[in-house]
């Protein structure tokens, strides 16, 4: 089938899905989205490519498409991407930011799209490992409290576990291994799924971490418990799946891991796709703790015992890189406090907690011998542990009768080897120059304290998420399409295609499909000046609050309110008179499911109901209706101020000449200001007010770029009163 008959028959499947749904309109912008999804992914060239027949390199076809609210989105490319790789023989790949998003593409979506596709299709949710728990360990833990016995497994846990477990109240204790012998007993009779999820109230990180799943201590199909293993059961729903949905942290996690389908060789739509590059810049990230070292000594030991009874040739040399590694952590840590230790003492002149980043990203000279020492030893450990493993593997491959006690083994040196991998990769980005103009990394270090101890860090960033994402995302990808209702900033798709390492890329094409609502008849965008100046923290925000309160007065159904920090949050409240108290939900005083329904409780009971929220709040919010009669955005949201990775690409900015503001702050801020005005207008018929109470944004050039940004509301000006 060629190119246009693919594209053609995958919109006839979009238009029979449209006339199927029972009262469903015909949307002109959701058909146009189909469309460009159908092209798009018909145009891709799938799997091996003879380029000698092909006269060049395979095909590649990228579409960004800005889908505005009520468009209609996660069906326009459904029916259409899914025909396309039915048709095709491949598998499509949905990745979103949140899991909102993800599960109601697998709850509510695909459900009803699979009812009504002509072809029947299979549809998986894919989550990481550390999602699912590891029955070994939770084994071990339901019956202590932790992981096994002080000779075996007490000294998996890092430092810092252990220092709060050694603070952490007997009762404490006593309710953890209650906690997890009921998980266990949940997980052997089958009433859950091991997803952390999907318990009720999943647990907090300290108390997840010690039974998650982890690559680095799972040995897979030689484990034991591998029948009944959470993870691998829902990697085997996968395999039979022609749709996978994933999350943009897990799809750049496992490239080249073979976690999810070849990249060259499946359909890939990135949802909530402005979210791509900051989680690129998450990922590449990398940092080494200085301070908390006694996890080499039992890693050592781990390996030289395990080592010597498998007779791994390798081990000779763990004493040598454990001792260098070790003594190299110190002297670093000290050359940190020489060079750094008068930036690193707060105000009150006492320690912590505090950053001091390293301008141009130019290690002073007393680091570099240090870190590649530190660098050589890392590698050199790694290669003894990667023997250690390999010979574990085969042991347990040979010897299935002692299978339970080899994999112990296997995680005992698992669970601390990824520390070595970070110390490795972080040095390695340390001692990384940037050539003459070009981008260097961000470096930084940071002391905090724990108790009485002083934990002294370093750090390392790429600036560009651009870079990374063009290196090691579209160089696999043939076929995508990127989607949201805000990648256009300040009016147009150049600061998203740059920040995606898209911009300039022959592949990539863009649409923009504007929302069926009308804006201008449905909300009304009321600038409220102040006579502070915004940048005067103090005076600003207590004018801000004395206007907020004088309007939130007045909401009679459901409203939000954004913040851009706690304590200007914390203020409102404050401030907030005895009558209203009673009216306003808080960020964090509740769990956020709890809070969304008592609100809606209030309001579907004739009660006025106003969230206060913080930028979490300002993007993913469904209250249509009124629900959400009036949003009220306090400050306009840029980044803060004090972020290294932004100060490290300013800087280099400014030195090639650029201004950073113009260049990236602005869009960015038009970006995350799109997203908080969009929780007003949910529906057609909706009707709600936004108030912006910054009058930088109709009193400054660039606040006009910021309203180009935004959707045609009716603009209402209201001076300082």
Known sequence: M????????????????VQATPGFRSRDGQRRMAEQVAHTFSAAQLGKVDEDDNGGPPGRAIAVIQAGTGVGKSLAYCAPAIALALARGTRVVISTATVALQEQLVNKDLPALAALMPQPFRFALAKGRGRYACKLKLDRLAGTGEAGDADEDDDLFAEEEAAARARRP??????RIQFYAAMAQTLARGTWDGDRDSLETPPEPEVWHPVAAEGASCTGKHCPAFGQCAYYGKRKELVGAQVIVANHDLLLSSLGARVLPELDNCLLVLDEAHHLPATALQQFACSMDLSRITWIERLSS????IGALLEVEEIADIPKHAAQLRQTLQDLARIVMDVYGPALKSQRDTWGPARVRVPRGELPPPFIAPLGLLAASADGFLEALRAISKALRAEIRDKPEQARRLSTQYAQVGMLAPRLEELHATAQLLLQDAPEGAVPAAKWFTLETDGDFIVVKAHASPILPGSALRNHLWSAVRGAVLTSATLNSCGNFDFFLRETGLHGDDAATTLEVPSPFDYAAQGTLVAAETRADPKNAAQFTAEMVDALLHDIARVEYG?????????????????????????V????????????????????????SVIFGMQSFGEGLDLPGRLCESVFITKLPFAPPDDPVGEARAEWLRAVGRDPFSELVVPATAIRLAQWVGRAIRTEDDMAHVYCYDKRLVRTSYGQRLLAGLPPFRLERRGAA
Do not use: C, I, K, Y
């Open 559 to 583: 409203a939000l309110v954004l913040f851009t920090s706690r304590e200007q949050m914390r203020q409102a409240v404050d401030a907030l008179p005895t009558a209203m108290r009673a009216v």
């Open 302 to 305: 781990r390996g030289l015992r």
């Open 585 to 608: 939900l808080v960020q964090n005083a509740l769990p956020r499911a709890q809070l969304l329904q008592r609100h809606r409780e209030r309001v579907d009971s004739g009660q006025p």
């Open 2 to 17: 060629s190119q246009p008959e693919w594209a053609a028959q995958a919109l006839q499947s979009f238009d029979a899905v």
């Open 170 to 175: 007997q009762q404490e204790t006593q309710a």
